[in-house]
């Protein structure tokens, strides 16, 4: 199995910039692609951010220009740089990673960590 844990979610004012990461420890070879998503309150969760194994990267419209996404393959961890947070930005965060397994990608999830932006 593959475990996700995430970690550096908090409170901050708008304008602020918190760092979140994401370490995947298990049963896997590689991780192929990363990502981030966030679901606010009463919203469906929503891609903020994924990188490739590669290191090629996607934005939501939302936040690029803002946050900044990255990985570190010999660590199993993905990081999400967050700057000029809005209040908008308040979600619990999720990472995800995509592992391939017999040819097919199979996802798995962490359990979020909240970011909480205060105007």
């Known amino acids: 199995q593959v475990q996700l844990v995430e970690s550096g979610g908090g409170l901050v004012q708008a304008g602020g910039s918190l760092r979140l990461s994401c370490a995947a420890s298990?049963?896997?070879?590689?991780?192929?692609?990363m990502g981030w998503y966030r679901q606010a309150p009463g919203k469906q969760r929503e891609l903020v951010a994924t990188?490739?194994?590669?290191?090629?990267?996607n934005y939501a419209d939302s936040v690029k220009g803002r946050f900044t996404i990255s990985r570190d393959n010999a660590r199993n961890t993905v990081y999400l740089q967050m700057n000029s947070l809005k209040p908008g930005d308040t979600a619990v965060y999720y990472c995800?990673?995509?592992?391939?397994?017999?040819?097919?990608?199979?996802?798995?999830w962490g359990k979020g960590t909240l970011v909480t932006v205060s105007s």
């Open positions: 995800n990673a995509q592992i391939i397994r017999g040819g097919l990608g199979v996802d798995y």
């Open positions: 298990g049963s896997f070879f590689s991780l192929n692609t």
């Open positions: 990188i490739s194994l590669s290191g090629s990267t």
